[in-house]
Nanobody, 121 residues
Framework: QVQLVESGGGLVQPGGSLRLACVASGSIFRLFTMAWYRQAPGKQRELVATIDLSGIADYADSMKGRVSISRDPLKKTIYLQMNNLKPEDTAVYYC???????????????WGQGAQVTVSS
């Protein structure tokens, strides 16, 4: 079984910063692309950023220029540094990973339980 656990969410004032972390654990033969998504109340889940095996990052327009995704392969961890946060960034932020659990398994998509980020004064 593969687990993704997010941390670092919380309440922040507009203009503030937060750093989210996501640790992957369990049966992991190989981790491929990892990503951050978010889902605001009443809205669909949307992509925020992805990072591949080579560390190449890609960003959705919604937060481009205000976020930075990074990866520590040894720790099986990704981070999302978010700056200049706005009230409209309030959402649950989810970690996603493309994982091959064992040598004999197919790759599957896994999700964390989410981390609440609230931007409010």
């Amino acid at each position: 079984q593969v687990q993704l656990v997010e941390s670092g969410g919380g309440l922040v004032q507009p203009g503030g910063s937060l750093r989210l972390a996501c640790v992957a654990s369990g049966s992991i033969f190989r981790l491929f692309t990892m990503a951050w998504y978010r889902q605001a109340p009443g809205k669909q889940r949307e992509l925020v950023a992805t990072i591949d095996l080579s560390g190449i990052a890609d960003y959705a327009d919604s937060m481009k220029g205000r976020v930075s995704i990074s990866r520590d392969p040894l720790k099986k961890t990704i981070y999302l540094q978010m700056n200049n946060l706005k009230p409209e960034d309030t959402a649950v932020y989810y970690c996603n990973a493309d994982v091959q659990p064992t040598l004999w398994d197919r790759r599957n998509d896994y999700w964390g339980q989410g981390a609440q980020v609230t931007v409010s004064s």
